[in-house]
């Protein structure tokens, strides 16, 4: 089951295209993590980042 940022990340997403694909448009704009739309499809593709154990 999603968590609910997941969810929500995915209605910011659906509220621009609703068929969930990107256009290639929305690749310069997504470059630059203004805006929530970008940031959601950010977070999606990337996940979120995580501090990795020191040796």
Request: proline share 5%.
């Amino acid at each position: 089951m999603l968590g609910s940022s997941t969810d929500q990340a995915i209605k910011t997403i659906s509220a621009r295209r609703p068929d969930g694909k990107l256009l290639e448009d929305d690749l310069d704009e997504v470059g630059g993590k203004t805006t929530a739309f970008t940031k959601v499809v950010d977070r999606l593709l990337t996940g979120p980042e995580i501090k990795l154990p020191e040796d």
